[in-house]
């Protein structure tokens, strides 16, 4: 069977509040964005997420229609030179949109997919939705309302994701200033790990045990490396991930991540008060964090995804 799908994004302003979104049909889409990003994020993201969405069907062929030449030629022409020359153009410079660029080439690594082109706005039924579910999700994010998500691939890890809420009476996300948006930023904004900056040092060695390679990855997610990441915070975050910050405000990973890119926030410390397993493919991790504000109780469920553990849920309580 071949999976067709359409992928779009989205930037009103480009850069400025941005939404990426594929679609199958009516009952197989999903959708997302940031408060601030650009056409090209949104567009690449669009098929990143697809591959995702997609990675319980490795067998399956993949025809991915796109209007945007930049990805395509970015994905079947221009990558493996980049990829020989470090990341890095002919002329030297870097590639634009770098950490993205990686998690697909990691995603489309065994994957049978093939890539046609279509005009934008021109009648095609399959573009004309994913360009509205993107339009629509970064317009949500421009308004500061939650975006709808879509209902997601059948089986796959993320159907039916929760959607961003967006704390009534707070002000609207500007595409200027996106720390409106992350005033109460909670879990990423505040931490550091106080010298924990390499990637994965902990999740490279397979012999550790689940306990000690999640808390060396929360470690590392809370660092300030990763956090102005999003192709690394990309990997640790679950396609669902949910935080329920210590206001009460709820967040998805869309909007996590380019938070996090935008506020790196300041240095504190963490005080690791256990971590469990829960079954095979879950640990929970409780730890306390000092910032100038107070201490904060937190816990993160990490589960394993593909091979890979990554972050669920994160939630923080201000410490009486």
């Known amino acids: 069977m071949t999976i067709t799908a359409a992928a779009d ?12 979104a594929w679609y199958v049909n009516d009952d197989c889409w999903r959708a997302g964005g940031w408060p601030h990003g650009t056409n090209n994020q949104g567009e690449l993201m669009a098929v990143l997420d697809l591959l995702r969405a ?51 080439d990691r995603e489309l690594a065994g994957r049978k997919y093939t890539f046609e082109w279509v005009k934008g706005h021109a009648g095609h039924d399959l573009n ?28 796959a890890h993320h159907a039916h994701p929760v959607a961003a809420k967006q704390e009534a009476g707070s ?56 956090r102005g990441d999003i192709g690394r915070t990309a990997v640790l975050l679950h396609p669902d991930f949910t935080e329920i910050g210590s206001s009460g405000r709820m967040w998805t990973r869309d909007a996590m991540m380019m938070a996090l890119e935008e506020d790196p926030g300041e240095r504190t410390d963490i005080e690791i008060l256990g971590a469990e397993r829960i079954g095979a493919e879950a640990v929970l991790l409780t730890y306390r964090s000092y910032a ?11 589960v394993l995804d593909g091979g890979r553990w990554r972050l669920r849920f994160h939630q923080g309580t201000p410490e009486a």
């Not at 100038?292 to 990490?302: D, E, P």
């Open 9 to 20: 994004g989205s930037a009103l302003g480009n850069p400025g509040p941005a939404g990426w």
């Open 54 to 104: 997609t990675a319980h069907l490795p067998q399956e062929d993949l025809h991915i229609l796109c209007d945007s030449q930049y990805v395509i030629n970015s994905i079947t022409k221009w990558m493996p030179g980049w990829k020989r020359k470090g990341w890095r153009k002919a002329d030297g410079k870097p590639v634009l949109n770098v950490d993205l660029l990686k998690e697909l």
């Open 128 to 155: 004309e939705a994913a360009d509205e579910r993107a339009r629509a999700a970064a317009t949500a994010y421009q308004q500061g309302v939650a975006a709808r998500s879509g209902p997601g691939f059948p089986g």
């Open 171 to 226: 002000a609207p996300l500007q595409p200027e200033k996106p720390a409106v948006a992350y005033e109460e930023l909670d879990l990423f904004s505040q931490l550091d790990n106080g010298g924990f900056d390499e990637p994965g040092t902990a999740a490279k060695a397979a012999e550790a045990p689940p306990e000690a390679i999640v808390e060396e990855l929360e470690r590392e997610l809370l660092g300030p490396l990763v």
């Open 292 to 302: 100038r504000a107070g201490t904060t109780l937190r816990s993160s469920l990490w």
